[in-house]
């Protein structure tokens, strides 16, 4: 593994141990060339994806990058660390085990929000937002209508105030 600092390509595994409940192994690592430490993991993947967009152009499956963007969605929400990496390894999983290795863009995205919506309204709202291009104040109040079919029919949960 090279060493992010200086390039020096032979580095030291210092410890070893499971990740993410044993989807992966963190492995500290020391560089003999200038002293520096890092962590690096090791995950299992079972094939290499690669997403298909709408435009029909073809692009590696990135993990780092649907992790950011869950991550963006998920800021300053009250979801734990390790809820996020289990909701992403449970993601990654489910792409792969689906048994083609081409993955339309619109399947990612509905996966990640269905995931999403299990463990944070919120961050399914903000993903929604991006994913599904909200030009404006209407499309999200006709989204989040959707999520509350009470609204349509007139009749209050309990959550609102009479009058309000």
Do not use: W
Not at 16 to 22: K, L, N, Y
């Amino acid at each position: 593994m090279r060493c992010p600092f200086c390039g020096n390509i032979e580095t030291q595994v210092k410890d070893s141990r499971p990740a993410e409940e044993h989807v992966s192994i963190r492995r500290r690592r020391f560089c003999p060339a200038c002293g520096g430490r890092f962590t690096t993991y090791e995950r299992v993947q079972l094939r290499d994806l690669v997403v298909v967009k709408t435009n029909g152009r073809r692009e590696d499956f990135d993990r780092d990058k649907l992790e950011r963007s869950i991550r963006i969605a998920l800021q300053k929400r009250p979801v734990e660390p390790d809820r996020i990496e289990q909701m992403i390894s449970g993601i990654v999983r489910r792409l792969e085990s689906m048994g083609d290795t081409d993955i339309p863009s619109k399947t990612v995205g509905e996966i990640v929000m269905e995931s999403l919506a299990r463990i944070d309204t919120v961050a399914y709202v903000r993903f929604a937002s991006v994913y599904k291009n909200f030009q404006a104040a209407d499309d999200f109040d006709k989204f989040v209508s959707e999520l509350r079919p009470d609204a349509a029919t007139g009749t209050t949960t309990g959550a609102e105030k009479p009058g309000a």
